[in-house]
RNA sequence: GCCCUCGUGGUGAAAUUGGUAGACACAAAGGACUUAAAAUCCUUGCCGCUUGCGGAGUGCCAGUUCGAGUCUGGCCGAGGGCACCA
C-alpha cells in the first residue's frame, strides 16, 4: 500500500482539470446557470488564509452545483489598481504595473495550486486598458444620464496618502488606509449621484431575502431615512437676511425652542466674515478638527450673532441665533432648532449658554408640573406647554398633527431626508483609472469622445512626488479635441468604482467591443451567490447596487435590478498572539512549547513568550500563517479540509497547527482506507445483513452534506466525513465483499468531492470509476430506520431507552415497556395521570 | 445612547427546528500495544457514593408546555454597527 502523495496526485488533476477545460463555462440556455462569484483579491504579494477560505467556501458551493447539474460560472480577475502598488513603487524604485502583474502571477498559480474550479478563460484585471477602456465608457454614459457632476465641496483630506477619502473611508477620523488623521480641504471633485437612488436602494433591501439581516440592517442605517419638517424661521436682525431654513424630525417640540444653531459653513457666515470675534470661533472650531467623530468629542461651543429667530407658532417668542460647532452643513440645511429639554445635545448647549429650557413633553408617569432637570427627556409621553398642541401623544401623533398645521399655515412642509450623501470619485493618484474628461480654456468641461477612448495611463511616470503625479506629465496633459487644446483631468477614479461593475464584466469578459452584452446578461445575471468579508457590507455593496440602477436608468433592455440574489458573510482567520518581555510582537516561528501550554524564544529558551489573545491574522500583529507554506507541507485537500472544520463558514475561525494535522491525517487515513477497499473489492463477492446498513448509512450520509451543503454549514459536513470514515473503516475491517460495497462507496466519494477533490478524484480513478461525476440521487426509504428507538420519560424527564418496531401503535408499546423493571418502580410508587405518545419518538408517563 | 448579533464541557462546536443535550474534532488525563519511544487504538462533560445508579446541568430569573438549548418577558455579559443626523 502507498501513501497518499499529495504534491504528484493534486498536480495530475489540477493538470488534467485544466487540459479537459472542466471549468470552463459557456452559456447554453437550456441549462440552468448557477453564478458563484467571491469577492476578486487586491493582487497585494500573495495569498494570506482570508483568501484560502473565501475561495474554499465559493470552490465547494461552485463544485456542488456543478455535480448537480447546474452550468456553473466561477470566475475570477484582480482588484488591481490602487495604493499598495504606488507605495510598493516609491518604496522599491518599481514600476506599479510591473509590480502588480507579477503580484497578480504569483498568486494566480498560488489559487491554482488550492485546486479551485475557476474559470480562469474569463480572468480580469481593473488595471489593463481592456478593462477600464469600458469603465470610461460607462462613467461618461453616466454622464449623459446626469448621474456623474463636478462639485467644489469639502473633502476629507489624508495628509499621509495625499488624497481624497470618501465620508465611509474616514474611520475614528482617520485615514482608512493610512489611518492619519484627516484634514479638511476644498477641492473640485466628481461625484456620482447615489443620492438620487436613496429611496429605491433602501426599499429594495427588502427583496434581498438572501441576504444576511445584519448586512441589510447596516445598509438601512447608512442611507438613514428620516421623516420631518421642513421650518422657515423668521430672522430679526442688521443682516441681510430674512429666513433661515431648518430640518428637523421633532417639530412637535416647538414650544420648547430656545435657540437656533447653525454650521460656521452656512451661508449666514458670509456676513460675519470680517469680524475678528467670529474668526477666532471658527479657528477654535477647526482646532478640534473637522471630522464628525471629532467634533463628537469635542465640547459644544457656539458663536452669538446680533440676530434673533421667531418662533413660527408663536410670533412673540424671539430666541437667539448661534453658529455652533455641532451643526454640519452636510445634512439638512446645516442649520437645527434647539429644544434643550428634549435633546442632550440641545440640553448640554442651553447649559453652557445659560439658556431657557422649557420642558413640553411629560412621560406618562408624570403630572403636568414636570419639568425637566439633569437630562433631556427624548422618550414618548404627552405634549404640555404647548397652547393649542396640549395634550397629544408623543411622538408618532403630535409629529403627524404638528407637520399637519404648519403646512396649513405655510409655515413648514412634510420632508424626508436621508444622511445618504454623494459618492465622491476623484483621486489625486497615479495608479487608477483616469477619468475621461478635459477642460477646455475656459475650464468648461468636454467629454473626451468616444474615438479618444481610452485615456491611456501613462506609463514610466515619475512617482516619487508629492501630490498627484499625474499633474506632472504636461505632455500627457495636453490633448486636442475637436480642433481645441484641451487639458486633461488628471484625477482618477476611486477603485471602489472599478469593483462595482466586474461582476458584469465576467459574463462578457471576452468581449472586444462592449462591456458587457445583454444577452450575457440575461443569462448569467444575478450573481447567485456572492461570497465576502463583511467588512464590504456598506461600501462595496452599496455602490454595486447603485451602478446596476445607474445602468438601468433609461435603459429598458437591463433587467436585473439587484446584483447579487444571496450573499454570504465569511468570518476572518484567527490566531493566538505572542509577545516577549519588551512587548514586541513574535511570530508562531519564532517560539516553541513542550507542553501546549508555556512558551519559549527559539533564540532564547529560557525567555517565556506572553500568550496574548486569539486575532484576525495580521501582519502588525505578526501572527500569520503563510498558506503556500502548508500547502507545502500538507497539500490542498488538507487545507480545504481544515479550513472549513469546526467553525461554521459566517463565523471566525481559529488556526491551530494541531488542527491542520489533524487534517493532513484525515487525508492520509482515508486513503488507506481506500486501498483496503480497492481490495476488498477485488474478492468474491458477498452478501449478508450488513449490505442494509451499508445502504442505511450511505443514505443518510448524503442527505446530512447534502442538506448542510445548501445552508453553508461546512463543519457539518467535515464532521461527517469523519463519520464516514469511521463507518467505513469497520466495514473494511469484515474483508467481505458486500454486494453493495462498491456502488456506495463510490457514492461517498462524489459527494465529499467538492470539499477534497483531488484524492476523491483519485480514489474514484482507482476504483476504475468511469460514469460522469454526478451528485448521487438520495433514496429516501433509507432515511429512517426500521427499528426506532423509543425515549421512554417519567415526568418529561429521559428514564430509559427501548428498541422497538416503526410505527409502533400506543398499546403495543405499553406491552413491551410495561415489564421493565424501572418503568415499574415509577408506576407502583404513584398515580398514571396520562401518558403522552409521540410515534417513533418517545413516550411520557405523567405520575404523580 | 440607539440598533443588530451571540451566550452550550478545558477549547472549536453539533442538536432532525419544541422531543435522548454535548455528534465530530482539538487539548488534557488514564489505559492497551511496544524492551522503550513515535505512531495507532480505547476510556473520560460535572458533582455524589462502590461496579451501577442517583443528582444538577445549555449566562441569570420568571413564564408557556406533558416536555424548553430551542418559544415569551425581564435582567446580566460579550462582540459588531451607527451617532452631536437635528
Redesign the pocket.
Known sequence: MNRFNFKDIENKWQKLWEQKKVHISKKDTNKKKFYCLEMFPYPSGKIHMGHVRNYTIGDVLSRYKTLKGYNVLHPMGWDSFGMPAENAAKQNNLNPKTWTESNIKTMKSQLKQLGLSIDWDREISTCSADYYKHQQKLFLELYDKGLVYRKESYVNWDPIDKTVLANEQVIDGKGWRSGAVVERKKLNQWFFKISKFSDELLRDLDSLNEWP??VK??QK??I?K?L?CEINFKIEGSKEIDLIR?????PDTLFGFSFLAV?IDHPLSKYYEDNAEFKNFKKECSKTGTT??S??Q???IGFKTDLLAINPLDNLIKVPVYFA????????F????GCPAH???DF?FAKKYKLKIKTVVKPDNEDDNFTVKDEAYSGPGTLINSKFLDGLKAPDQSIRETIKFLENKNLGEKKI?Y?LKDWGVSRQRYWGCPIPIAYDENNDIIKIPENQLPVKLPENVNINVNGNPLDTQDDWKKVTINGKICSRETDTLDTFVDSSWYFLRFCSANNKSLAFDKSDLDYWMPVDQYIGGVEHA?LHLLYSRFFMRAINLNNPGVKIVEPFKGLFTQGMVCHETYKDSNDNWLSPDEIFSE??REYFLKKDPKQKVRIGPSESMSKSKRNTIDPQNIINLYGADAVRFFIL????PE????W?D??MI?AY?FIQ?FWLLNEQILEITKKKSHSDDKEKEIDIFTNQSIYKINQALDKF?Y??I??TC??IY?FFKKISENKKNYKNLKKNFEKILLVMMPIIPHISSECLDKLNYNENFRWPEVDLKYLQNENN?I?I?V??K??G?VSVQKNIEENDLIKVIKDKE?IKNYLNNGNLLKT?Y?KN??I?Y?IK
Open positions: 439581516e445584519k440592517t447596516m442605517n447608512w438613514g428620516s420631518g431648518c430640518f428637523t424630525t421633532r454650521s464628525e467623530e467634533i463628537a469635542a465640547t459644544k460647532n455641532f451643526v454640519l452643513m452636510d445634512y439638512g446645516g442649520a437645527v432648532f435633546d442632550q445635545r448640554d431626508n444622511r456598506i507542553n501546549g472544520a469546526d467553525s461554521p463565523r471566525d475561525v481559529q491551530s494541531e488542527g489533524s491525517k487515513k454549514r463543519n457539518v467535515i464532521a469523519h463519520e469511521s428507538n425515549v420519560q415526568n418529561g429521559k428514564r431507552l424501572l403522552i409521540i419518538k418517545l411520557n405523567i
